[in-house]
């Protein structure tokens, strides 16, 4: 079976600016898969090319095997597509809305009306099936562009920030539901800014900034990477820093009558500090471990100025990125839409 989603050396200019600089990703078939990025990175671009919205302007890009453009209606019909904007037809009633997304998808009068009442069931929204978009709350309005996006069963979710905006309930409700659809076997192709989302829901993360990829990796093995604070409070406070033997330990520092110590390994390297410490006459009192977190990790590899020291990290720790600056002269369309559904 090939991967969900494919891309290999994908490019995106609009004008001259450089939106995909080359960009290699791979999301396994059902897998929950995170897409986290600052502002400007390509994610939408990204997804927009995927859905057949943007034009490549080179590379190439795979949906369950099928090009983006070459068999497109093979690739569009497989993705189920929840975009950040509310680009929704306002004046008919939603469950309408729903039918008509279905039948662009070639499914059945019948078959259409039925899927419309089980995705607004599945969205909590069966009551407001006579609704017009416009008169959904912004809630409902989020959880309307779920609906929108299961009811032509797809075997791949694309979640375009999903969670925008909402409230805390509504987000956890919204995760749920998507969790149920992942565990149901469709894959998640999920962007946020709520990096606690990602670390909740995602099997893997792939970062990416400035249109390249920097790293893909499970939420953990992530967080192992970044630096963890071990904070050891003395009996006596030290009169000058204490040395520790210990790959582990980058950094030691006197605060008060504590030490802090930077550590790639969270209390790993705890027992052989306090052991040393005791040899040199130290005597430990309390012991604090502060885990790095994801956002701390994503932070330090999107910093910006810090794509190549970041990149070097990723190829050496995780994944190789491949952070080729093909040059390109092709312009294009900026980003025209080339089909108005979604
Ligand atoms: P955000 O998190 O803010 O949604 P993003 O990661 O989705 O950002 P994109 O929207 O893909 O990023 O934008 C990538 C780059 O391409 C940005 O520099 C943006 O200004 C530019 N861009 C996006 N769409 C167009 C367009 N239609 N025409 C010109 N430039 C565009």
């Known amino acids: 079976m090939p991967p969900a989603i494919r891309v290999e050396n994908l490019e995106k200019d609009y004008g001259d600016v450089r939106a995909l600089k080359g960009l290699d990703l791979e999301v396994p078939e059902g897998s929950f898969f995170g897409l986290l990025g600052p502002n400007g990175a390509g994610k939408t671009t990204f997804i927009n090319v995927l859905v057949g919205l943007v034009r490549k302007t080179g590379g190439t890009a795979e949906v369950f095997g099928h090009d983006v453009e070459d068999e497109y209606r093979e690739a569009r019909d497989a ?17 309408e809305v729903l039918e008509h997304k279905a039948g662009y998808h070639g499914v059945s009068a019948d078959e259409a009306e039925r899927r419309a009442q089980d995705a607004l069931e599945t969205v909590g929204l069966a009551d407001k099936a006579d609704t017009r978009f416009d008169w959904l709350s912004g809630g409902m309005k989020r959880r309307f562009m779920l609906a929108r996006a299961m009811v032509t069963d797809p075997d791949i979710l694309i979640l375009d920030e999903p969670t925008a905006g909402v409230d805390v309930e509504l987000r956890h409700d919204l995760w749920e539901l998507i969790t149920d659809l992942n565990d149901a076997g469709t894959t998640i192709l999920l962007t946020t800014h709520y990096i606690e989302e990602a670390e909740r829901l995602c099997d893997e993360v792939a970062i990416i900034d400035q249109g390249r990829k920097i790293t893909v990796a499970t939420p953990a093995e992530l967080m192992d990477r970044g630096t963890d604070t071990l904070t050891l409070t003395l009996a006596q406070a030290a009169t000058e820093t204490p040395t520790i033997e210990d790959d582990r330990v980058d950094q030691v520092s006197v605060e008060g009558d504590s030490l802090v110590l930077r550590t790639a390994s969270g209390s790993e390297g705890a027992p052989a500090a306090i052991r040393q410490l005791e040899a040199q006459g130290h005597r430990v009192v309390d012991l604090d471990v502060a885990r790095t977190s994801l956002e701390e990790v994503f932070v330090d590899l999107t910093r910006t100025g810090d794509i190549d020291a970041a990149a070097e990290d990723a190829r050496k720790g995780l994944d190789a990125t491949r952070a080729s600056e093909t040059e390109s002269s092709t312009t294009d369309e900026s980003g025209q839409a080339s089909e108005v559904s979604q």
């Open 79 to 95: 993705i189920g597509l929840a975009p950040q904007e509310f680009n929704v037809d306002r004046f008919f009633p939603i469950h």
